[in-house]
């Protein structure tokens, strides 16, 4: 899990599969999974939640290169997050 963005409205955090962890796990049958990343943005504005996982992840995967290449505004981070956070359905629990 990696914090990519952090500002007053937003959380962007990178989610990465850990096959590692499936190899401490010995005495359990291996089942094939498909080890996808995946991205969580909350809104703290609204205390909501969206997981980007599969096609989702992939385009947003590419938003964040194009940000790399073309350093952009914070206004123009938040205004693409903005987007995403419409999504957000699912309110943050703390556990």
């Known amino acids: ?18 096959p590692e962890e499936e190899d401490a796990q010995a005495d359990a049958k291996p089942v094939p999974q498909l080890l996808r990343h995946g991205f969580e943005i909350v809104d703290k504005r609204s205390g909501k939640e969206v997981y980007l996982d599969g096609s989702w992840a992939e385009l947003f995967q590419q938003q964040i290169v194009a940000w790399q290449r073309n350093t952009p505004s914070q206004e123009e981070v938040e205004a693409t997050l903005e987007g995403y956070a419409g999504l957000a359905q699912n309110p943050v629990v703390l556990h």
Request: net charge negative; charged share 15%; glycine share 0%.
């Open 1 to 18: 899990m990696h914090m990519l963005y952090d500002s007053e409205s937003f959380v962007v955090v990178h989610m990465l599969p850990r």
